[in-house]
């Protein structure tokens, strides 16, 4: 195992009828004014925004609602611009990955003195010093942004999806109430399901390196989404199967996984490029790109394929056969859920985009990505082609 160091901040609230809780904590921070930031408007429908603006009685806010799926860079300048203009020293993101995401932007853009997207470019020196703290209310469990520092911002005119981090970005605390999933469209239920079983991937699916508590720990996550899968699309109010859908997100991505182990990450930052360029939801690009990089990635992967392939997928027989089975498996529990796993099965317009993608990342300096630093821009065009 490499050396590590563990820091998470956030203090997590889990479960039924805790929103009393936000007035508490919010109190504990000393705040004079919030901002509340929302999405399209499913909190004004399922009546999450009413129950959160019963506690926020006792605070002076302020609302910024509008925040798209896969937030747009231009629409968080301009909450960042009412942070500034309202003198803001807090903010409560109600919502899914990308209002948290979107959050994390507004509170270290808010306190940067030069152009933010300079940060996102990772120009050399540019970084989010200092944040605003904030805290979040999840509606949806999918990415683990309600339990970590990361966060993705689009910016469409670029086409270009860029990541974001620091140690001030984490969420003082996350409200997660299971029970938000029964009033999810079946389609941000499976996304879920699948971004939560490709962040436990993207940290189990490497090489062995004597981790061997990260590996059971990847793999019970792993187990519980196929366990639990099946009874939500049944029935998205079976609050037991919601609230391990919801925990499993949370540890997937709240940094656990990763202390001292070698992590990938490359499907990720492939599917990004798929998001950026068609619009196609983030869960679905994992889905489409995993299996074909797994493939590509066979020789490199081969022990904890095989591992994978015997322990969650319950595989038996030849070492060769079991791996790939376990890629098989992989992709049709994906298209179990109902997600397609092919570029064409969302997009007539796929001639450009093997060489765009690797020319992009050749251009950033990303000649050698993954757990081994092995999978080239030629072999990124070669796993983008396949997954056409
Ligand atoms: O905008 P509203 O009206 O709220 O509707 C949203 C949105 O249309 C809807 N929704 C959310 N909660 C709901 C609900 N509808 C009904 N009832 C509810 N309770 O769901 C739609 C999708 O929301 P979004 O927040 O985009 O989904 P998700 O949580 O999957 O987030 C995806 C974003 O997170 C980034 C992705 O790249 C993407 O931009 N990621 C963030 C990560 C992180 N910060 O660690 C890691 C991930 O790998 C991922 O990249
Ligand atoms: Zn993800």
Redesign the pocket.
């Known amino acids: 195992m490499n050396n590590f160091e563990a820091y998470n901040p956030t203090r997590i609230v889990f479960g039924k009828d805790q929103y009393h809780r936000i007035n508490e904590l919010m109190t504990e921070q000393s705040i004079k004014k919030v901002l509340l930031v ?6 004004k ?2 009546g ?1 925004y009413d129950q959160v603006m019963a506690h926020l009685a006792n605070f002076s806010v302020v609302e910024f609602g509008g ?5 747009e860079y231009s629409t968080l300048m301009k909450a960042v611009e009412i942070v500034k203009k309202e003198s803001i020293d807090f903010i409560l993101a109600v ?7 979107g959050v ?1 932007f507004i509170v270290g853009a808010a306190l940067y003195d030069g152009e933010p997207w300079d940060v996102l470019e990772r120009k050399p020196g540019c970084k989010f010093t200092n944040a605003l703290p904030f805290g979040v209310v999840l ?7 309600e339990a ?1 520092s ?5 910016r469409s005119e670029l086409k270009m ?1 860029r ?1 974001l981090g620091g140690p001030n970005l984490f969420p003082i605390f996350s409200i997660c109430n299971p029970q ?2 029964a ?3 079946k ?2 239920i499976v ?2 399901i699948v ?1 939560s079983f ?2 436990t991937l993207e940290q189990y699916l490497t090489y062995p390196s004597g981790n061997l508590l990260q590996q059971r720990q990847a793999e019970s996550i792993l187990q519980t989404l196929v366990e639990i899968a099946p009874k939500i699309l049944e029935n998205p109010s079976d609050y037991e199967a919601a609230a391990n859908l919801m925990w499993c997100s949370t540890h997937a ?1 709240n940094g656990n996984l990763r202390a001292g182990v070698p992590t990938d990450w490359c499907t ?1 930052m492939i ?2 490029e798929l ?1 950026a360029f068609y619009g196609i ?3 679905r690009t ?1 889905a489409i790109i995993a299996p074909r990089l797994f493939e590509n990635q066979f020789d490199n992967k081969f022990n904890l394929l095989v591992q994978y392939g015997k322990r969650v997928w319950n595989l038996s027989g030849d070492d060769k056969m079991i791996a790939n089975q376990a890629i098989t498996k992989t992709e049709s529990f994906f298209q179990q859920l109902g997600i397609q796993t092919k570029i064409s099965d969302y997009t007539t317009n796929t001639a450009f985009i093997a060489d765009e993608i690797k020319n992009r990342f050749i251009d950033r300096g990303w000649t050698g990505m993954g757990e081994r630093k092995a999978i080239t821009p030629d072999d990124v065009k070669e796993i983008v082609l396949n997954a056409i």
Not at 67 to 71: G, L, S
Not at 139 to 145: H, K, R
Not at 150 to 154: E, F, L, P, R
């Open positions: 929302y999405g399209g408007g499913s909190i429908k399922n999450i925040v798209e799926a896969n937030p919502g899914g990955g990308s209002v948290i995401d994390k509606t949806l469990p999918a990415t683990g942004s970590n990361s966060a993705v911002i689009n999806k990541t938000v999933v009033s999810l469209p389609r941000q996304n879920g971004d490709m962040h991505l990720h599917g990004h998001t939801d983030h869960a994992l």
